[in-house]
């Protein structure tokens, strides 16, 4: 297969002066993004910071932290992902917890004081992407220290897959299992990555962030097809449709949430004319929504399912797959992805399921664990003759909150640091737009109080915005099961009755 970081350093080299990315409606070319990752690289190089190194890196949607990225990842570093959205204490820990040698951002988040703080006492090496086309990047702070965690030769990313309440869970994406993912896409683009390089005109909406496994995907797919593309900060209906008008793409994608957005929006059927298909993934996609948009736009909305531990992309639909068996497979997020099998288990016994059935999907590749035997997921599923799979749920107590993964026992965790609160329990309940929302009750201590508007606050602090519950109920005690502890169903009903 071709080789992803050549193809990434072809591309950027073949016209320097064309436009490459758009960001807030100002291109940037080739040549820019080049020179910061020379100017990058160069200050690795000096101090030290070789291959297989951590590269800690506040991920901000931007042109010049994209090309920060490409640095790292074509030169065999690894980009650890830091969360921009985080509150300051909390990036704060999570930079002191990762102990990466080096911290690269943009000069907003070093004017972060508590930031700047942490990664000086850290001691490691502070690179600033200052936005100056004569002084792109440069060292802010001098490494001091040696006592890093440098662990990641053959690593590309350390992915950020949730948020937590202390360190955040992370998983290391190997750098060919990376490359990969990122070339074997093609197959939904019908392109060959094989053939020489080349720029295209096309221009892809790019709107997930780089904090998100998408988000740099994304960027590498666009980058390894030539295309450009249009970056925003995140899914605003106005913005993505003002896009998808001025730069007429065939394809774009977003979470399912942004269809109902869109729909909500009341977005006129010709304001995205230019779109022959909608891809959509990261969470699961109501088939009645689908058929809505397909009814309102006339575009299909092809789904993929993937896991950043499973080195991305699954499964998805093709143009082809779909127009020959959409109907007959709705709901499905599509055909099995090139050398991936799949196959359905009972959850109690392993035992393999016929067609059809119900169980746990177990994955097989040579990327996955020993390349031999079936890792486990923690999705129920069913799949078909030809290969083509539902998605049915969760085995695990995961909430998909609009594409983000909010695991519960992380919101309650910091619920019950509140000093006045004794116990807490969150549920996830439906919501319309963005899937799941996170729900908690929670009992006080004896004596104390707290009400919803002041944890609300307090869980602010401490939560990203999309893990804060929407509803919070104070209860006298929990509805129990036999083994005394709460029940969810019968909280969940509670909840919605409020």
């Known amino acids: 297969m071709a080789n992803l970081n050549s193809i990434v350093r072809q ?5 320097p002066d064309a436009p490459a990315l758009e960001y807030r409606k100002q291109w940037h070319t080739w040549g820019e993004l080049s020179a910061i990752v020379r100017a990058i690289e160069g200050i690795l190089a000096a101090n030290g910071i070789g291959s297989g190194t ?22 065999e570093r690894c980009v650890v992902t830091l969360n921009p959205a985080l509150p300051d204490d909390k990036l704060v820990n999570d930079i002191v917890a990762l102990k990466t040698p080096v911290v690269i951002a943009e000069s907003q988040d070093w004017q972060r004081q508590t ?9 490691a090496l502070g690179i600033e992407i200052t936005g100056d086309t004569a002084n792109p990047a440069r060292v802010i702070l001098e490494m001091t220290s040696s006592d890093f965690r440098r662990d990641a030769e053959g690593v ?83 913005e993505f449709v003002d ?19 869109i729909l909500d929006a009341g977005v006129p059927r010709e304001a995205l004319a230019s779109l022959v298909a909608f891809r959509t993934s990261t969470a699961p996609l109501d088939p009645d929504l689908a058929d809505q948009f397909y009814e309102h736009f006339g575009i299909p909305v092809l789904q993929n399912y993937g896991a950043t531990e499973f080195a991305g992309g699954v499964a998805g639909w093709t143009l082809k797959d779909f127009r020959k068996s959409g109907k007959d497979r709705r709901g499905s997020v599509g055909k ?39 890792v ?42 509140h000093p006045a609160v004794l116990e807490a329990c969150v549920v996830a309940l439906p919501d319309p737009r963005l899937g799941q929302v996170p729900a908690a009750g929670y009992r006080v201590k004896s004596g104390q109080s707290v009400g919803e508007d002041e944890l609300r606050a307090f869980l602010r602090e401490r939560l990203t915005a999309y893990q804060v519950p929407t509803k919070l109920l104070r209860l006298a005690d929990f509805p129990r099961t036999p083994s005394m502890k709460p029940s969810q169903p019968e909280l969940k009903k509670l909840l919605e009755a409020a």
């Open 11 to 15: 591309v950027m080299a073949l016209d």
């Open 243 to 261: 896009a998808v008008q001025r730069h007429k793409p065939k394809v774009a994608g977003a979470p399912p949430s942004a269809l109902r957005m």
């Open 115 to 123: 930031v700047y703080d942490a990664v000086k006492a850290s001691g």
């Open 376 to 417: 486990r997921t923690t999705d129920l599923a069913k799949m078909d003759e030809e290969q083509f799979l539902w998605i049915l749920g969760r085995a695990d107590n995961a909430i998909i909150r609009g594409g983000f993964k909010i695991i519960p026992d992380d919101v309650v965790k910091a619920i019950e640091s």
């Open 156 to 238: 590309g990313i350390e992915m950020l897959t949730s948020g937590t309440t202390g360190a955040p869970k992370r998983v290391p994406l190997k750098a060919r299992n990376f490359a990969r993912m990122v070339l074997e896409a093609a197959v939904f683009e019908n392109r060959d990555v094989n053939a020489p390089p080349r720029l295209s005109n096309a221009v892809t909406i790019s709107n997930t962030p780089f904090s998100h496994i998408g988000g740099i995907f994304g960027l590498f797919v666009t980058l390894s097809a030539g295309r450009k593309a249009c970056m925003l900060d995140r899914f605003r209906v106005e």
């Open 54 to 75: 951590r590269i800690g890196g506040i991920l901000r949607n931007t042109p010049q932290i994209a090309a920060a990225i490409i640095a790292i990842i074509t030169s």
């Open 336 to 374: 099995m992805n090139p050398g991936i099998e799949g196959r359905i288990v009972n959850p109690e016994t392993g035992e393999p399921l016929p067609y059809g059935e119900k169980g746990l999907l177990e994955l097989r590749a040579s990327h996955l664990g020993d390349g031999k035997s079936w």
